[in-house]
């Protein structure tokens, strides 16, 4: 494992928010992920370009496919792998795009794709069309 951690012990479970500089961050308010001794949950996951900090593109299918990739990165540095994500929460401004992020998802995950939720939200800042959360196994 790569990156940035701090452990915190809050009522016997380690926790460790998890940063690393080869994915781009949304904020510094809040680490990329925080592992904890059996699970990775990654924070909110624009399709931010990590050179330049802005989103991709503005095709929402650009972004959602960037969402995945930074989630990809993020997991490898931390340990995992996309294979042991179990649930996601995928966070859209417009509520007709799911054959775009059906597409996306399929290429990401071909064989036992992970629960799935997808809330359609206000708009975010920056031109961001959606985001992506996941939890995955250590």
């Not at 781009?24 to 399709?47: E, L, W, Y």
């Not at 095709?59 to 490898?76: H, P, V, W």
Request: glycine share 6%.
């Amino acid at each position: 494992m790569s990156g940035a951690f701090y452990t915190n012990f809050i009522v016997g479970l380690f926790i460790y928010p998890f940063i690393t500089p080869k994915a781009p961050r949304m904020s510094q308010a809040f680490p990329q992920a925080v592992i904890t001794d059996k699970f990775i949950f990654v924070s909110g996951t624009p399709g931010l370009d990590l050179h330049s900090g802005q989103i991709v593109s503005n095709s929402f299918e650009d972004q959602t496919r960037q969402c995945f990739q930074n989630i990809k990165i993020i997991l490898e540095e931390a340990g995992s792998s996309l294979s042991k994500i179990v649930k996601t929460t995928i966070f859209m401004v417009a509520g007709n795009d799911f054959s775009q992020i059906n597409k996306v998802y399929g290429e990401f995950f071909p064989e036992n794709p992970p629960a799935r939720s997808t809330p359609q939200v206000m708009p975010f800042p920056a031109g961001i069309l959606i985001s992506v959360e996941c939890i995955a196994l250590c």
